[in-house]
């Protein structure tokens, strides 16, 4: 398996290297340096399994994070790190090197942003659409990417990732070293104890392509191969996910469909193959199925306001079935309708997020994604998340 994964990152390389140009290390000497950032609030009111309660209704602190962007001798860095005081835990968001070999191609060195699927997001709401919660939406890890533009209309994106972003604390405060623990912006495959499997993602190689048939319509393919390594086996299992997907602007509305297909077979302690993995982020680890086919789509409209600050409202539905490959368990559906409030700096989501057993849409966090709950409910949560970016 280590044999074929390495063959593979040679091939890669090698394909690399012919991609850069003769002019290769033509940079801009010009320098920048910019600090910004935000802070987020949520306003929530959750009807669950139980019935509601005067806790059912909240106003909490979301986020607030520290961004800096800057130039010198052509190199660029970008940094965001966040912090979640609701969840007790902070970490990085994404932070890498970047540098642009030439007009078409650009390199990146650091935490920065898996090219799968739709990029930057799948979804219109501050929820993020299903693939997010399975690590194929918005997924950060650790690693080097090239990104060509190889027509005007295709762009073709490689990456290799050796490991997962580094992490925060837990959510009970508990900090496990070696990239491997819950404290992550986007989900990663973790250690458990409860399912006895000391895996962590390892060598993983993602390759994109897109393609704009017009300035309104891009579909694209994209492929994630890897591995899930086990620590106590000392061995590894080959991890696998495909996307296809369209992205369709037609004036004010917004269509984005994709269709993803992932495979995260892994070995447990005792060599058995699992059906179940734990992934986790913001400080939380929850049971994943390790296969499914999940269906994306997602529909907004812009309308221009003049408001006093108000600017744009633009009003969206979002929706994924995560469609599990073991017929004995419960798939997982996530609707949000909202719309989204811009403002000058200000951004508002209004969501009324609805799921059937989606792990944070329920009295008993993180059931849902793994084997599910029969004749679940779908659970309801109206959430406004007003934030100032700056």
């Known amino acids: 398996m280590r044999h ?5 990152i040679t091939v890669l390389t090698v394909g690399l290297v012919l991609m850069v140009p003769a002019n290769l290390f033509a940079g801009d000497s010009g320098n920048s340096l910019k600090v910004g950032g935000a802070i987020r609030y949520n306003i929530i009111h959750t009807n669950y399994e139980s019935d509601p309660t005067p806790l059912s209704t909240a106003f909490t602190w979301d986020t607030w994070r520290l961004n800096v962007d800057g130039s010198a001798a052509g ?15 902070h970490f990085i968001q994404h932070g890498y090197l970047g540098y642009a070999f030439s007009d078409k191609l650009y390199g990146k060195l650091g935490v920065f942003q898996k090219p799968f699927g739709i990029t930057k997001y799948a979804s219109h709401s501050w929820w993020f659409q299903g693939g997010y919660y399975v690590g194929l939406e918005d997924d950060y890890d650790m690693g080097i990417g090239f990104f060509y533009e190889a027509t005007p209309s ?16 837990s959510y009970n405060g508990v900090v496990t070293f070696g990239n491997a623990g819950p404290g992550r912006y986007s989900y990663d495959v973790v250690p458990s104890p409860g399912n006895n499997a000391s895996l962590r993602e390892m060598n ?4 994109q392509v897109t393609y704009d048939l017009s300035k309104a319509l891009q579909v694209g393919i994209s492929g994630q191969f890897g591995q899930l390594y086990n620590s106590v086996l ?10 296809a997907h369209l992205v369709a602007n037609f004036g004010p509305l917004n269509l984005k469909t994709e269709f993803i297909n992932y495979d995260y077979t892994a070995q447990g302690d005792d060599g058995t193959d699992l059906d179940i993995v734990y992934m986790g982020a913001y400080g939380f680890p929850y049971p994943v199925a390790a296969r499914a086919n999940l269906y994306v789509a997602g529909l907004a ?6 408001m006093g600050p108000i600017s744009n409202i633009q009003a969206y539905v979002d929706y994924t079935l995560t469609d599990k490959a073991n017929s004995n368990y419960e798939d997982t ?11 000058g700096k200000v951004y508002t989501y209004v969501d009324y997020a609805m799921g059937v057993n989606q792990p944070w849409l329920t009295d008993t966090f993180g059931i849902g994604l793994g084997q599910g709950v029969a004749n679940a409910k779908w659970n309801k949560r109206f959430n406004v998340n007003i934030g100032y970016y700056f």
Request: charged content about 15%; glycine content about 4%; proline content about 7%.
């Open 4 to 8: 074929r994964v390495w063959s593979f």
């Open 234 to 243: 000392d061995d590894a299992s080959m991890a696998s996910a495909y996307a």
């Open 333 to 343: 559906a996530l609707l949000i309708p909202g719309f989204l409030v811009s403002a």
């Open 204 to 207: 993983t190689v993602n390759a």
């Open 301 to 306: 409209y812009s309308i221009p306001v003049k």
């Open 75 to 89: 190199i660029d860095l970008s940094f965001e790190y966040r912090f979640y005081p609701t969840f007790g835990t």
């Open 154 to 169: 295709m762009h073709i994106n490689l990456a290799y990732y050796r490991q997962a972003e580094p992490e925060g604390p």
